[in-house]
């Protein structure tokens, strides 16, 4: 079953706020074989906040998607300004784009990523691809 057209342009609330800790960036560090400089954090960081506002998206039962279909299609990030340990992180998800091919789902989302001033620290875009139950 398709999900519903109407899930595009949906704004779903904010994250909890997620505190960066140099543990946290040398564990991301570690896990995806990045340089940590000990200023910024690597570049897909932010990964970690984004994925709870997706996971927030697919485990909602009124959107309709069966999270063992998902398979992440993409993922692209830009900044306002590095992620640094010590930021407070919120993500506020928006479903940019929803289309069907094939009998699956491409979802496509916009992770808005501020820092506990509410200022923009970076975008993260991604595409989610739902297989349908007969795909």
Avoid: N, W
């Amino acid at each position: 079953m398709a999900v519903d057209a109407s899930l595009a342009g949906r704004t779903f609330p904010p994250t909890e706020p997620y505190t960066v800790s140099r543990e946290k960036i040398l564990e991301f560090a570690r896990a995806t074989g990045s340089e940590y400089d000990g200023r910024s954090a690597p570049g897909t960081f932010p990964i970690v906040i984004a994925f709870t506002a997706m996971h927030a998206l697919m485990e909602d039962p009124d959107v309709g998607i069966a999270l063992h279909r998902v398979v992440h299609g993409e993922q692209r990030f830009t900044y306002t300004r590095p992620v640094a340990e010590g930021d407070r992180l919120r993500a506020e998800l928006t479903v940019d784009s929803l289309r069907q091919i094939g009998g699956a789902d491409i979802i496509g989302t916009r992770s808005e990523i501020t820092d506990a001033d509410g200022e923009h620290v970076c975008t993260a875009f991604a595409t989610l691809v739902h297989r349908g139950e007969d795909a």
